[in-house]
Structures are given as C-alpha cells and as structure tokens.
C-alpha cells in the first residue's frame, strides 16, 4: 500500500524551530513533484513549499527566507526545516507528493501533523 507518512510535528514558542520529515512508502515506481501545505483553523489548505525532483524549489511568500523545504530522493523522503516561527505558523502541514504507480500517476497526501506556535 502505497502512503506518505509526516513526522516532526509538535509546540515551540515563537523564533523556534522544528523539522518535518515526510516518507513515501509502498510500490512506487518514481516520486515527481513533492510538497508541504497547510491549514489552519478556519482557513483553507494553502501551499507552503514544493520540490521537484531535480530540487527546483518554490515556497510561499509568507515562509521565504524562513522554511527551507529538501529532499533525498534515494530515502523517498521530503523534509521543511521551519526557522524563525511566528504563531501564523500554526496549522496542520499535509505533506503532499505525485507518484508514479502502477495504475499511472496519482497525487497522495500525507495525514497532516499539527504545529503549533505560542507567542
């Protein structure tokens, strides 16, 4: 069974850091684009940053300079370094990620880990 699975969420007071961590398992053939997005409470799902898979990035403007998005393609795994965190911060971050299967390729979403930031 193919599935993303996210890891690093937590609290952290604001100008902290935390790490999201994002893996792909199952019988995946090619991992294209990856990404992070997140919701918070109230809002709608808003993109974060995305990776292809040659490392072209591109984030949102509210985390340039700030969030740091990278993968190791050998690992199947995509991470966010999250630096200097504001409580806007706060939301659930889905990982996201278009893999190629064999009926083809899908888009697939990771469960969401909560991150919270306390002023």
């Known amino acids: 069974q193919v599935q993303l699975v996210e890891s690093g969420g937590g609290s952290v007071q604001a100008g902290g850091s935390l790490r999201l961590s994002c893996a792909a398992s199952g019988p995946i053939f090619r991992i294209n684009i990856m990404g992070w997005y997140r919701q918070a409470p109230g809002k709608q799902r808003e993109l974060v940053a995305t990776i292809t898979r040659d490392g072209s990035t591109n984030y949102a403007d509210s985390v340039k300079g700030r969030f740091t998005i990278s993968r190791d393609n050998a690992k199947n795994t995509v991470y966010l370094q999250m630096n200097s965190l504001k409580p806007e911060d706060t939301a659930v971050y889905y990982c996201?990620?278009?893999?190629?299967?064999?009926?083809?390729?899908?888009?697939?979403w990771g469960q969401g880990t909560l991150v919270t930031v306390s002023p």
């Open positions: 996201h990620a278009n893999l190629v299967v064999i009926t083809g390729a899908r888009d697939y």
